[in-house]
């Protein structure tokens, strides 16, 4: 009995073996990957808060992450920053060098921050913001706010330029992948329906008044992978909408280390894996309506990296590779309009502010202090560039925007968008804060999110705005087939001996 399990177990394995798939000899796509370092030091300024902040230990690198594609007729660069946001001042400096140094066109580099909160100094008081307002402007920007740091900004973009022309330079004949997989396990909406109408932002568990969840998620995990003519991985791209505050202690990528963890252990490589944040401007890794203690932050940053990652795997495993894959680009900067506190709000705020910072709960001194900031803003700089950007690979499409965008904008995205594999990007080029739904908006929206600062202000359909220029401008351009597996050989009328046969009894 035993010989004829270990039979049964091995012929299969010969005829796998037997009918080898063979390697492509020519590819029309060739693809390059390349990573970077850009961890802050120890004291710099931790961002993502509305006051300072500064990192007191290490946990892991920040790194840039690039995927270079070219066609032959096209080259486009998608980079990942382990970044909080990216300041449009560095993508538009980065961009301006990396055609100097490669020819790729500003139009064909999407620079995508993963929203980590354990990162660099990036924002959110921008150098010399504020040099032209007042005093008590300025000190409550420059002192009393999150301030990205110049040097810090710098290297910042001489990396990402560096990781480019380093993956430009890797680039090489190449097989790609496309899939989408599930994981609904560790991402919520942290909006939640009230029992007064309004829909609170983290109303924390347990709380009775909480009626359900406000909004949804979206559990798609999509993934590109690249590997040479040989079958050797060269990179992998992942899209996945949660935030990056699962902060595991200290200086962190956060939980998108795991995530690059769980793929290089699973596939035995190091190949670099460039993370591209989805729209999660209201989606965490916090269940308001878990009855049960959340786990550890370095815990939390293994479980949803590793079951994202895993899941990355599963879809890698299961690919269909193809040779051909057409790049093309489509890119427009739109102007919104900033959300002007009233003139009475303003006043208010500033008998606010005008006094110290008070002792104990602070709320009400720092939303002043931002409205105080913001009607400096909405004086200069009334309306805000927004760029949209759409990148075809092959059958996926990275649709980007520069907001904290809400997870239904992405959604909706995904449903008007033509191309097999839809890659919402927030956070990329450039940042113009939270950008709720409209529903949020309306009497029965509220939250966090909604809360008017001078990192959030925009009007109020600039979601709808950008979403319906995404869907626009991925639709101008053509959608390509997903790959197929090869097809099996016609039926040779000749199956299987050693298993056509009846049953045998004796």
């Known amino acids: 009995m035993r010989s004829h399990l270990v039979l049964a177990l091995f012929v299969p394995s010969l005829l796998l073996r037997a009918q080898p798939t063979a390697s492509p000899a020519t590819s029309s796509i060739q693809a390059g990957f390349a990573e970077r370092d850009i961890t802050p030091a120890i004291g710099s300024e931790q961002p993502g808060g509305y006051g300072k902040s500064y990192h007191r230990s290490f946990h892991d690198a920040c790194k840039v992450r690039v995927a270079v594609f070219d066609d032959g007729k096209k080259r486009t ?18 961009r301006t060098e990396i055609e100097k140094r490669t020819g790729i066109t500003g139009d064909a580099v999407l620079v995508c921050a993963s929203h980590s909160h354990s990162s660099g100094p990036v924002g959110m008081t921008m150098p010399g913001e504020y040099d032209q307002a007042s005093a008590l402007v300025q000190k409550l ?57 309004q829909s609170w932002s983290h109303p924390r568990p347990g709380n009775p008044d909480i009626l359900e969840y406000a909004g949804p998620i979206d559990p798609q995990v999509g993934v590109i992978a690249a590997w040479d003519l040989q079958g050797q991985l060269l990179g992998v791209i992942v899209n996945y909408a949660c ?22 252990g699973g596939l035995d490589t190091r190949a670099p894996v ?90 009400d001194w720092l939303f002043a202090k931002e409205i105080v900031m913001l009607d400096h803003l909405v004086k200069v700089s009334p309306l805000v560039d927004a760029e949209v950007q759409c990148i075809k690979v092959g059958p996926a499409c990275f649709v980007s925007n520069p907001a904290e965008y809400f997870v239904q904008y992405g959604l909706d995205i995904k449903k008007g968008s033509q191309h097999p594999f839809t890659f919402p990007c927030e956070l990329s080029n450039g940042i113009v804060g939270y950008v709720p739904t409209e529903e949020a908006f309306g009497p029965n929206g509220g939250g966090y999110e909604t809360r008017l600062t001078a990192y959030s202000n925009l009007e109020i359909t600039a979601g709808t705005q950008l979403a319906r220029k995404g869907i626009e401008l991925a639709n101008q351009m053509k959608a390509e087939p997903r790959p197929l597996p090869p097809k099996a050989p016609p039926f040779s009328n000749n199956p299987w001996t050693y298993g056509s046969v009846p049953p045998e009894l004796e």
């Open 77 to 94: 660069a998608i980079i990942g920053l382990d970044s909080l946001v990216v300041p449009r001042k560095v993508v538009l400096d980065a």
């Open 141 to 197: 920007a420059y002192e009393e706010s999150s301030s990205a740091d110049p040097g810090y900004l710098l290297r910042l973009t001489h990396e990402i330029v560096t990781g480019v022309v380093a993956a430009d330079k890797a680039r090489q004949p190449a097989q790609l992948g496309f899939g989408f997989g599930h994981e609904d396990k560790v991402a919520f909406n942290r909006r939640l329906r009230m029992k007064n109408g």
């Open 274 to 363: 460039v993370f591209m944040q989805g729209a999660c401007g209201d989606v965490t890794q916090v269940d308001n309506l878990n009855p049960y203690q959340n786990p550890k932050p370095e815990d939390w940053s293994r479980f949803v990296g590793g079951r994202v990652g895993a899941e990355a795997v599963r879809v890698i495993l299961s690919m269909a590779k193809t040779t051909t894959a057409p790049v093309e680009t489509r890119q427009e900067v739109l102007h919104l309009k900033r959300r002007p506190p009233s003139p009475a709000r303003v006043e208010k705020a500033f008998a606010i502010v005008s006094q110290p910072r008070p002792v104990g709960d602070t709320t």
């Open 243 to 264: 935030h990056a505050t699962t902060n595991p202690g200290g200086i962190s990528a956060n939980w998108i280390q795991y995530l690059e963890k769980t793929i290089q």
